[in-house]
């Protein structure tokens, strides 16, 4: 199984802060990545598709990047409704697998 | 609306049995490919089980295989899991998620989820 490894596993920043997280593969995926958001009480929501696409809907302050292993998700100008869990997951081989999630909190 | 909604879940012994569901509606459901992806009570995400338009390909996570059996009626919009032997470390949150038509594998619509706790 391929293993997704997010870090950091926690972060603290401040409202209109600049943040990146950062996700390795065990074995290359080539672009086949998607980074998902969720709230507490709250079905995952998708915001990134093949490493860098952004879902439909989803502000342009998400970006992603990377290819192969090592991949990044950057949220820029941190507003409240951005601080929650951050997953990512691999679909370049079954079983599909996510990362441990990435909590980011107020500081 | 486009939307999954999930329902089935509750308190269930070791080892019985549970069917999740999930309806479907404001898109063409027979057209897509679906999932099941669960989450322990604090925990990450874990998929469970894919299954094709048709029903032609599916995969099940090793920790359920066996076990669970992943099925669709097309007719009726809806996903179905059926759990046997559950265990504790069934218990959980269960998503039903649909694939992105381009991009098998990537979840571009979530339901609100189910819960199913194991225990006695």
């Known amino acids: 199984d391929i293993q997704m490894t997010q870090s950091p596993s926690s972060l603290s920043a401040s409202v209109g802060d600049r943040v990146t997280i950062t996700c390795r593969a065990s074995?290359?995926?080539?672009?086949?990545l998607a980074w998902f958001q969720q709230k507490p009480g709250k079905a995952p929501k998708s915001l990134i598709y093949?490493?860098?696409s952004l879902q439909s809907g989803v502000p342009s302050k998400f970006s992603g990047s990377g290819s192969g292993t090592d991949f990044t998700l950057t949220i820029s100008s941190l507003q409240p409704e951005d601080f929650a869990t951050y997953y990512c997951?691999?679909?370049?081989?079954?079983?599909?697998?996510f990362g441990q999630g990435t909590r980011l909190e107020i500081k | 609306e486009v939307q999954l909604v999930e329902s089935g879940g509750g308190l269930v012994q070791p080892g019985g049995s549970l069917r999740l569901s999930c309806a479907a509606s404001?898109?063409?459901?027979?057209?897509?490919?679906m999932n099941w992806v669960r989450q322990a009570p604090g925990k990450g995400l874990e998929w469970v089980s894919y299954?094709?338009?048709?029903?032609?390909?599916?995969y099940y996570a090793d920790s359920v295989k066996g076990r669970f059996t992943i099925s669709r009626d097309n007719a009726k919009n809806s996903l179905y899991l059926q759990m046997n032997s559950l265990r504790a470390e069934d218990t959980a949150v269960y998503y039903c998620?649909?694939?992105?038509?381009?991009?098998?594998?990537?979840?571009?619509?979530w339901g609100r989820g189910t819960l199913v706790t194991v225990s006695s």
């Open positions: 998620a649909r694939d992105n038509s381009g991009w098998t594998g990537y979840f571009d619509l």
């Open positions: 404001g898109f063409t459901f027979s057209s897509y490919s």
């Open positions: 299954s094709s338009s048709s029903s032609s390909t599916i």
């Open positions: 074995q290359g995926i080539s672009d086949y």
């Open positions: 093949a490493a860098s």
């Open positions: 997951q691999q679909y370049n081989t079954y079983p599909l697998t």
